[in-house]
């Protein structure tokens, strides 16, 4: 192992921006390890799909918070479609102030195994995306469905004397919004669930500079996800 990063470095051309992709689990039992790895690296991308412990996550943060490589998470940005679409639901003036309101979430996802942790990390990002906007603890309840499909189903919010729904058409996979009996489709939702691996790691790239509310929201999805350990 120890013979790994100089081989890496040897192979860098000097002056251009490295990423390095971690296939699969990370390894928080040699988290050293990971860190001599990352030394000349400017973006570390994982996919948290495949995490099999909150541990793993805590690599993620550490990275973020304490050294100079930037971290993504294809998992994250599975996610861009649900944030755009729940965003919507704010867009309105008279909605604008309930998004410091919000009560409650029920977030429903589709999952193979629901005892792995990799399986509720988007469900764990989203709901941490919703406390930090809404800048209060939001009271979370994860609602876990064996399918044939990962990802989020539903998300429904208790606005107090309003509720909202974010849900995907199994038919058309697109999305809906539905707040207090008012469906819409909301405009310019990327489908990133549908895209590929490797779509969605040039859609990493081609982005120039880190992604500044992931660090934000790391620490409250290791909380979560310590939580229900």
């Known amino acids: 192992m120890s013979r790994v990063p100089p081989l890496v470095n040897a192979l860098l051309i000097p002056d251009m921006p490295v990423a390095m992709w971690w296939v699969g689990d990370l390894p928080h039992e040699n988290a050293e390890y990971v860190q001599t790895l990352l030394d000349p690296v400017d973006r570390l991308i994982v996919d948290s799909v495949h995490f099999n412990d909150p541990a793993d996550l805590g690599i993620v943060k550490r990275v973020a918070d304490d050294t100079a490589t930037a971290a993504a ?19 309105p003036p008279e909605m604008r102030e309930k998004i410091r309101a919000v009560k409650g979430v029920r977030i429903v996802a589709s999952v193979e195994d629901e005892t792995y942790f990799g399986e509720r990390i988007a469900s764990l990002f989203f709901a941490s995306w919703l406390m930090a906007q809404s800048d209060h603890r939001v009271e979370t309840t994860f609602d876990l469905q064996k399918g044939e499909r990962r990802g989020l189903i539903r998300v429904e919010l208790d606005l107090g004397d309003s509720k909202a729904t974010i849900e995907r058409d199994p038919v058309r996979c697109v999305l809906s919004t539905n707040v207090d009996g008012r469906t819409s489709l909301p405009d310019a939702v990327t489908r990133s669930q549908l895209k590929g691996i490797d779509e ?5 790239l081609k982005q120039p500079n880190s992604d500044r509310m992931l660090p934000k929201i790391l620490p409250l999805a290791l909380e979560l996800a310590q939580k229900q350990k």
Do not use: G, P
């Open 73 to 91: 998470d294809l998992n994250w940005i599975r996610l861009e479609e649900w944030r755009t679409a729940t965003a919507s639901v704010f867009d």
């Open 200 to 204: 969605l790691i040039v859609r990493v």
